[in-house]
């Protein structure tokens, strides 16, 4: 992902394109072969420090890099941009440089829905607490849960594939679009600036949008952003439901912390989840890009403003390199984080009982018990048991309910027992774990 947003590789795209027109203008009469072989020749030769050097003293990076290009070329320099303002240049090879990114971002959402199907597997049927409103609520398994992130990023694959599949670029129309200065070199020549564009466009391997103005449409880099922030908030969502999960009280979930690491300069026994944060930061960082994208495509005034230049230059790699480095941290979280056996039966032994009382009170009804008063018999116990929790003592909440009259005229001991097993209380969680793995499975192939 650096590679293709570094400096140099943009130059050798600018290059690329230069070339393209080079050989659609030879193929229609313009230029000479020898002239767009001594382009070919050297359309690899960045010199970095010699386009800065021009830069220095002309303040325009396109057209310091055309001089460069241009004192390699002692045959083809003179040819160089012929009819092509700098977007024609700039903003198809920018295209090209956003669907190799968003490629590289799709390949490595591959391998993180990879590694989620294999611990949706493992996980499917492995039951913990669920909490809702951060409270025990009732009894999930771990695979059903991470079936609901491996959903979201299923989601974010198809909208990004859906992004990088429309991605255009300018095209070939010259200063405000209309391809004025193409049709005046083609003026006397069978060949249009239609054909023309077309040509260089197949060279490209990429398609042009039907209308331009100076620049493509500035909407294409708010859609790629907003592509790549739905992949931030589902990943942001990840992470912090892992900080929860690793915190001491609930203590259920870890994250990959090695040997030697250090988690705090001050406090020695620290585990801070560098791993979960480093990822909220980051995502909390893509999120807010769109909006700049959204801006450069709203105020991009009549043919072209200049406005959105110096921005662009930092948005749309910044987007790229933060969404690679999420997804390097989730597949090292995904891969190597443990689940603390001990710590989620505690939770389900704790708060479990509370959930697993829905049922016994359905029996309790089916039985020929009022289902009002035993709601309100089995709250009352609740709440007796919530104040035992609360000082430190176990769930007594299984004997007060075999204890309870109304109760034992309607079950017996062992089926108060058996309906209180909260570790079977998990619907068709685990089918509808294995159903998301397969599907994913099918849709990537695995």
């Known amino acids: 992902m650096r590679l293709i947003w570094s400096e140099t590789y943009k130059r050798k ?51 310091a890099e055309l001089k460069t290009y241009a004192e390699q070329c002692p045959l083809g ?33 591959k391998q993180v829905l990879q590694l989620l199907v ?28 991470l079936a609901g992130y491996a959903q979201d990023l299923l989601a974010d694959f198809e909208a990004i594939t859906r992004i990088k599949t429309g991605i255009r670029g300018k095209g070939f129309k010259g200063a405000v679009g209309t391809s004025a200065s193409y049709s ?21 391997d990429l398609e042009a949008f039907t209308i331009a103005t100076q620049t493509y449409p500035r909407r294409q880099d708010w859609e790629v952003l907003n592509g790549l922030a739905g992949l931030a908030m589902s990943i942001y969502r990840i992470a912090f439901d892992l900080r929860i999960l690793q915190s001491p009280p609930f203590g259920e979930w870890s994250e990959p912390f090695g040997a030697s690491q250090v988690g705090s300069s001050a406090m020695p026994f620290k585990r801070n989840p560098i791993n979960a944060e480093n990822m909220n930061s980051l995502a909390r960082y893509l999120a807010a890009l769109p909006h700049i994208a959204w801006d450069n495509a709203a105020h991009n005034l009549l043919e072209r403003t200049l406005d959105d230049s110096a921005n662009r230059r930092i948005i749309i790699p910044e987007a790229f390199l933060a969404a ?13 984080s443990s689940f603390n056996e001990q710590a989620i039966k505690h939770n ?13 009170l359905m029996e309790a009804t089916r039985r020929g018990g009022n289902r009002q ?41 062992n089926e108060i027992g058996e309906l209180l097993q909260a570790t079977t209380y998990v619907g ?3 089918k509808r774990a294995y159903e998301m793995a397969k599907q994913i499975e099918n849709r990537l192939k695995f």
């Open 184 to 204: 005046q070199l083609l003026k006397t020549n069978a060949s249009s600036p239609d054909a023309l564009e077309q040509q260089i466009m197949k060279s490209l």
């Open 324 to 336: 690679s480095e999420l997804l390097i941290r989730l597949k090292r979280i995904v891969k190597d």
């Open 77 to 109: 320099g003179g040819i160089i941009h012929l009819g092509a303002t700098s977007m024609d240049i700039e903003d198809n090879a920018e295209a090209l440089r956003i669907r190799e990114g968003l490629h590289l971002i799709l390949e490595e959402m």
């Open 348 to 360: 389900l032994e704790t708060y479990g009982l509370f959930a697993a009382t829905e049922r016994l």
């Open 118 to 145: 294999c611990r949706i597997y493992e996980q499917a049927e492995h039951v913990c607490m669920a909490f809702t409103h951060l409270q025990p609520a009732e009894p999930t398994t771990i695979g059903y849960r």
């Open 13 to 63: 795209l600018w290059r690329r394109v230069w070339l393209a027109l080079a050989e659609a203008e030879q193929a229609a009469g313009l230029v000479m072969p020898e002239q767009v072989e001594d382009l070919r020749a050297h359309v690899n030769d960045i010199n970095i420090d010699r386009a800065l050097e021009i830069e220095s003293s002309i303040h325009h990076d396109l057209m």
């Open 428 to 430: 068709d969680a685990p």
């Open 373 to 413: 008063e035993l709601h309100e018999l089995i709250r009352k116990h609740c709440l007796t048991a919530w104040n035992f929790i609360k000082n430190g003592s176990s769930n007594p909440l299984a004997e007060l309910l075999r204890n309870d009259e109304v109760i034992a005229k309607l079950l017996s001991d």
